[in-house]
């Protein structure tokens, strides 16, 4: 079989309700959010061996992002960055990543879908 080294994993559309922003509305009723992780990874072993240890777990990445979406903050960068930061830091090996978090139905005067912030290695 032939395996590349490296494939893109992703986990979409994770989504919570939190207490982030800077109105004080949003920091008492709280809003819907939603994060978007991917990164290339390592995937050789794991599509080999088809063994978990072997590659990125998604329910841990997931448990990493609920950690930091619970604390809040006044703006979406310090949530993305609290988050990019964690999960680098539970592994180093991650070399290109991007997390994108998105408040649904922002305040923001009018119609919009999301307000989104998107950090990328």
């Known amino acids: ?10 986990l979409l559309g ?12 949003e920091k008492d009723s709280g809003n819907d959010f939603t994060v978007d992780f991917r990164c290339r990874y390592n995937i050789k072993e794991a599509a080999g ?10 329910s841990e990445i997931y ?25 680098l830091q539970a592994h180093p090996e991650i070399t290109e ?3 994108r978090v998105a408040k649904l139905n922002p305040p923001v005067g009018g119609p919009a879908k999301c307000a989104a912030v998107t950090l990328s290695l």
């Open 97 to 99: 990543m991007e997390v």
């Open 14 to 25: 994770m989504e919570f309700y939190a207490f982030h922003g800077c109105l004080e509305e």
């Open 49 to 58: 061996t088809d063994q978990l240890v072997r590659t990125l777990d998604y």
């Open 63 to 87: 448990w990493i992002v609920a950690e930091q979406m619970r604390q809040p903050s006044d703006l979406l960068e310090n949530v993305a960055a609290r988050i990019f930061d964690a999960i």
């Open 1 to 10: 079989m032939r395996i590349p080294d490296t494939g893109l994993i992703e």
